[in-house]
């Protein structure tokens, strides 16, 4: 579970997909990659969840990061 105010480098590989993502989502801009779940992090993460009909509750448990790993993965192999 990855949780607000939380620093790692796996908060770094969620903003990279979050980022990646956002052209699919009109919810939120552009995110910072800085390896803190800072305010803009939890907001595209609560955007995410409630396009995806998830729990909106900022936090990312291992369904929103399942949904989140499958459509950057979409994603990734369409920029190929």
Not at 56 to 79: K, Q, S
Request: charge should be negative; avoid cysteine.
């Amino acid at each position: 579970r990855i949780l607000p105010g939380e620093k790692s480098h796996l908060v770094m590989i969620l903003q990279i997909m979050l980022d990646a993502l956002r052209v699919l989502y009109d919810g939120y801009g552009e995110i910072p990659i800085s390896g803190e779940y800072d305010n803009k992090t939890g907001e595209a993460i609560r955007q995410f969840q409630k396009a995806n009909l998830l729990s909106m509750t900022g936090e990312v448990d291992l369904t929103t990061w399942n949904r989140l790993a499958a459509e950057y993965n979409y994603v990734a192999r369409d920029r190929k």
